[in-house]
């Protein structure tokens, strides 16, 4: 079944078939996604940069460090630390930041709940590599606070990786969310960037 266009300005009333949809651009990649034994589809990819460098995380960006032990079983298929890795290292990071502040945690009234994780790489690790993690707080809101981690190897002051996580303060009986706990947002200022 072929595609049968529309004139600029007309809404097609036919929905596209997959052939029509998807096409194979010059300098794209192509990721292919099987739909049963009979399809086939093709879908264009950007190719990936690395991050530019003045948008590479320094170490004097952060202000807490804690050394991060590697494994063996961190290394995946291609020989890397496995980019799951490197989230549980953020989590770990900005848990420990929390306890700190709010000792009783995790069996307290209110909890930190993650509500948005995100990670850049700009080079890989391997296992075994000396690490560290660097921690900030980027922003605090009433009932939400936005830390920072940036993933060191020991000695160097570019970022192998670096993200952020969010978290919001919910009562844990009923998972509203509700303010920051005083004790908690008062070290939570102390690690803010400015």
Same mark, same amino acid.
């Given at each position: ?19 029509? &949809? ?13 739909? !049963? ?9 950007? &190719?990936?940069?690395?991050? %530019? ?57 209110? &909890? ?11 080079? !890989? ?17 009433? !009932? ?21 996580? &969010?978290?919001?303060?919910?009562? %844990?009986? !009923? ?20």
């Amino acid at each position: 079944m072929a595609f049968q266009g529309h004139r600029k300005g007309q809404k097609s009333t036919r929905r596209r078939p997959w052939k029509a &949809i998807v096409q194979t651009f010059e300098n794209t990649l192509s990721t292919r996604v099987f739909h !049963s034994a009979n399809q086939v589809a093709t879908f264009p990819r950007k &190719i990936v940069t690395m991050p %530019k460098p003045q948008h590479i995380e320094t170490r004097d960006r952060y202000l807490v460090f804690s050394a991060v032990t590697t494994r063996w079983k961190d290394n995946d298929v291609y020989g890397h630390v496995n980019n799951a890795v490197y989230n549980a290292w953020m989590d770990t990071a900005v848990t420990q930041f929390f306890r700190e502040h709010w000792p009783g945690l995790p069996n307290t009234a209110s &909890i930190p709940v993650a509500v948005e994780t995100c990670f850049t790489f700009h080079r !890989s690790v391997t296992h075994p590599t000396d690490l560290e993690t660097g921690f900030r707080v980027e922003r605090i809101g009433n !009932s939400s606070v936005r830390c920072g981690v940036g993933v060191f190897i020991q000695g160097e002051t570019k970022a192998a990786a670096w993200g952020h996580m &969010i978290h919001v303060w919910v009562e %844990k009986e !009923s998972a509203r969310a509700i303010p920051i706990p005083q004790e908690v947002r008062r070290g939570l200022e102390l690690a803010l960037m400015k």
